[in-house]
């Protein structure tokens, strides 16, 4: 059986890059809008989304929006994003979410860690909507197919948007597209992490690497392979594979409409 390896997922990154912008460009032309507004959080997801934003509908019709909250957010963090905007010349909005995200918590009932953390992104969609309705732009999802695929996001919070840039890019693809557009090495190779709470990572709370997350993905849904198979040919675990197969199938709400019954042939 031959090896799948990360090498496998190598793609002509001039072209991606080409493509991608274009699709932005169409997309929002499509619509009708004037541009699109992006939230930056200092993460290389939203970073290269922003890049490429840039590249296809000129940097002056990108907000960049940068929503930090106190105690959470690392500085870093904060000034890899401003950074990032002023070399893309992007427009720049500041919302500290740390007095929204505090009122939400006096009011609503105690929960647990997870539906609190889950505010947070929920505000931030919020803030980009708002955004986006009063200035007619479009929202771009900062998301990447890892995370999409595995369900590693928030529904109705960091997982809406208008239109989806770098869905296709697994989360190691993303890496190398940044790096071949220079975003900054720091960003780039910055350890991924939807900031819900302090010291949060990715990788930590998952349990697995990127790595091992998108040869599993590229086996899984590209190559057609059985579990076992993926666990021979990527030298992953087979009990990693199937978390990741788990994962996957576990979020599948995430991915599709809200199911409804279908009552309309019911005539009397």
């Known amino acids: ?22 699709f932005c460009g169409r997309m ?27 590249r296809g509908l000129g940097s002056e019709a990108v907000t960049a929006v940068i929503m930090p909250e106190e105690g959470v957010t690392p500085r870093e963090d904060i000034e890899d994003a401003a950074v990032l905007a002023e070399a893309l010349g992007l ?58 695929e595995i369900g590693y996001f928030t529904k109705h919070g960091d997982g809406a948007a208008d239109f989806l840039p770098i869905a296709d890019l697994f989360k190691t693809q993303v890496r190398e597209l940044a790096r071949y557009l220079e975003i900054p090495e720091e960003i780039a190779s910055k350890p991924s992490s939807p900031r819900l709470w302090p010291g949060q990572t990715a990788e930590g709370e998952l349990g697995l690497s990127y790595e091992q997350v998108d040869l599993v993905l590229h086996a899984l849904l590209d190559l057609n392979m059985e579990p076992k198979e993926i666990s021979e040919a990527t030298g992953v675990d087979e009990a990693v594979v199937r978390k990741v197969i788990e994962l996957r199938e576990r979020s599948w709400h995430k991915r599709n409409p809200p199911p409804f019954p279908v009552v309309r042939h019911l005539k009397p």
């Open 1 to 22: 059986m031959p090896r799948v390896t990360l090498a496998d997922l190598e793609l002509r990154w001039q072209e991606v890059a080409d493509e991608i912008s274009s």
């Open 91 to 148: 427009n720049v909005e500041w919302v500290d979410i740390t007095p929204i995200v505090g009122e939400f918590e006096r009011f609503l009932p105690p929960g647990d860690r997870i539906s609190r953390a889950n505010v947070r992104p929920r505000v931030r969609m919020t803030i980009l909507y708002y955004l986006a309705n009063s200035r007619n732009l479009l929202v771009a999802w900062t998301g990447d197919r890892s995370e999409i």
């Open 28 to 54: 929002v032309e499509s619509a009708g809008a004037e541009g699109a507004v992006v939230g930056l959080s200092g993460g290389v997801d939203s970073a290269l989304t922003a890049a490429l934003l840039a």
